[in-house]
């Protein structure tokens, strides 16, 4: 029986990698930015795989699968990926495998899904109300699920209103550090954890405080164009477009700029649409709105 109050997305650009070995809990621990120690089987993780330089590689989810982990990411990244992981993997008791074709990642949101025939199925750990992930087998209809099926729009529509980016669409890999990702902000770093690749550089813009970007919220007073392109105020460029659902989008913006902009009065534009930032109610960070020139 369909729930009223549950909605299901098939998201077709997701992948899945298994991880699995004696070794593969400490090899993981070593390498990504959040705790495994918080991996259950219906417990997953938010994390990304740095460069040494401490900008995201790769962004994905961990969750427990029997003594192994499964690796959501997108499927783009997928291979890619377990290639990296590999590399790192030196004599460590561990296998990467690459399972994507045999799996269907979905979101769904609204009440609790059923997870019958599910691998995985977990809450989203980067904000309670994204809802959860079901990791289902290629064969399985969305519908078992027990949620009323929606495109995979829909799902984007629901995570750009919350304002939470998504890593290919709303920065770019290998040139946003997790700060300007908002993962300090949703549960993609655990900052009292060892060290993994790339740690000293989260930690120093943590203590510091020096994220000057951040992929925020913003609303066009149109529709906003599709396919990214520069947020300009006057003319001269302070981010850049990403993820849009109609009038709302993220954008990944130069806080200060934005908000020197505002106090000048000139208009901030994507493209021909002028737009406004909106403040996501998750973030503990200051998102200049209109009419805020404290």
């Given amino acids: 029986m369909t729930k009223s109050d549950c909605t299901i997305s098939k998201l077709g650009d997701r992948g899945v990698l298994a991880?699995?070995?004696?070794?593969?809990?400490?090899?993981?621990?070593?390498?990504i930015t959040n705790d495994m120690d918080r991996v259950e089987a219906a417990a997953a993780?938010?994390?990304?795989?740095?460069?040494p330089q401490g900008k995201i590689l790769f962004d994905f989810f961990v969750v427990g699968d029997g003594p192994g982990f499964l690796l959501e990411c997108p499927l783009a990244n997928a291979s890619e990926l377990a290639k990296r992981m590999t590399f790192y993997k030196l004599r460590a008791a561990?296998?990467?495998?690459?399972?994507?074709?045999?799996?269907?990642?979905?979101?769904?949101?609204?009440?609790?899904p059923e997870a019958t025939g599910a691998r995985a199925c977990y809450a989203d750990p980067?904000?309670?109300?994204?809802?959860?992930?079901?990791?289902?087998?290629?064969?399985a209809a969305p519908?078992?699920?027990?949620?009323?099926?929606?495109?995979?729009?829909?799902?984007?529509?629901?995570?750009?209103g919350l304002g939470v980016?998504?890593?290919?669409?709303?920065?770019?890999?290998?040139?946003?550090?997790?700060?300007?990702?908002?993962?300090?902000?949703?549960?993609?770093?655990d900052f009292k954890k060892g060290c993994y690749v790339g740690q000293e550089v989260v930690s120093?813009?943590?203590?510091?405080?020096?994220?000057?970007?951040?992929?925020?919220?913003?609303?066009?007073v149109a529709a906003l164009p599709q396919g990214g392109g520069d947020i300009s105020a006057s003319g001269v460029a302070i981010g850049r477009l990403g993820s849009v659902s109609e009038t709302s989008g993220l954008a990944l913006l130069r806080l200060d700029r934005a908000k020197k902009a505002q106090t000048d009065g000139k208009a901030i534009s994507a493209g021909a649409v002028e737009i406004r930032l909106r403040q996501p109610a998750w973030a503990n960070?200051?998102?200049p709105v209109e009419g805020d020139q404290t």
């Fill in 19 to 31: 991880v699995t070995g004696a070794e593969a809990k400490s090899f993981l621990q070593g390498l």
């Fill in 45 to 51: 993780i938010h994390a990304g795989l740095l460069t």
């Fill in 94 to 112: 561990v296998e990467i495998e690459d399972i994507s074709e045999e799996h269907t990642v979905c979101a769904a949101w609204g009440s609790a």
């Fill in 126 to 139: 980067r904000l309670p109300e994204l809802g959860f992930r079901l990791i289902l087998p290629s064969d």
């Fill in 143 to 160: 519908e078992t699920s027990g949620c009323a099926p929606a495109p995979e729009a829909a799902y984007h529509a629901h995570r750009i």
């Fill in 165 to 189: 980016p998504e890593g290919g669409k709303d920065f770019e890999f290998g040139d946003a550090f997790p700060h300007e990702a908002d993962f300090d902000q949703l549960n993609g770093v």
């Fill in 204 to 220: 120093r813009m943590e203590h510091r405080g020096t994220a000057r970007k951040r992929v925020v919220p913003i609303e066009g």
């Fill in 285 to 287: 960070f200051e998102v």
